[in-house]
């Protein structure tokens, strides 16, 4: 079964940096896109950001200039760097990848509070 692991998520003030990890196992092939969704309590989930096997990146109007999606093939690893935090980016994220079908990680909180 193929598995997306989440790491990284934690508790930053405004204006502070994280930076996202997922690894992904058991795939037979590479996951073409990969990206990072998010979900805040009561809202609905939300695609941030993807990224293909040739590195073509896509981003969220929200985020555009603040966060930073990358992949390293070799480790099938994918990261998200959020800089210039807001707590409107406060949300559970999840990793995301495609392999002839849909696969979600667990999910990492990421929370934004002075």
């Known amino acids: 079964q193929v598995q997306l692991v989440e790491s990284g998520g934690g508790l930053v003030q405004p204006g502070g940096s994280l930076r996202l990890s997922c690894v992904a196992s058991?795939?037979?092939?590479?996951?073409?896109?990969m990206g990072w969704y998010r979900q805040a309590p009561g809202k609905q989930r939300e695609l941030v950001a993807t990224?293909?096997?040739?590195?073509?990146?896509n981003y969220v109007d929200s985020v555009k200039g603040r966060f930073t999606i990358s992949r390293d093939n070799a480790k099938n690893t994918v990261y998200l760097q959020m800089n210039s935090l807001k707590p409107e980016d406060t949300a559970t994220y999840y990793c995301y990848g495609w392999a002839r079908s849909h696969y979600w990680g667990q999910g990492t909180q990421v929370t934004v509070s002075s």
């Open positions: 990224i293909t096997v040739g590195y073509s990146t």
């Open positions: 058991g795939s037979t092939f590479i996951l073409n896109p």
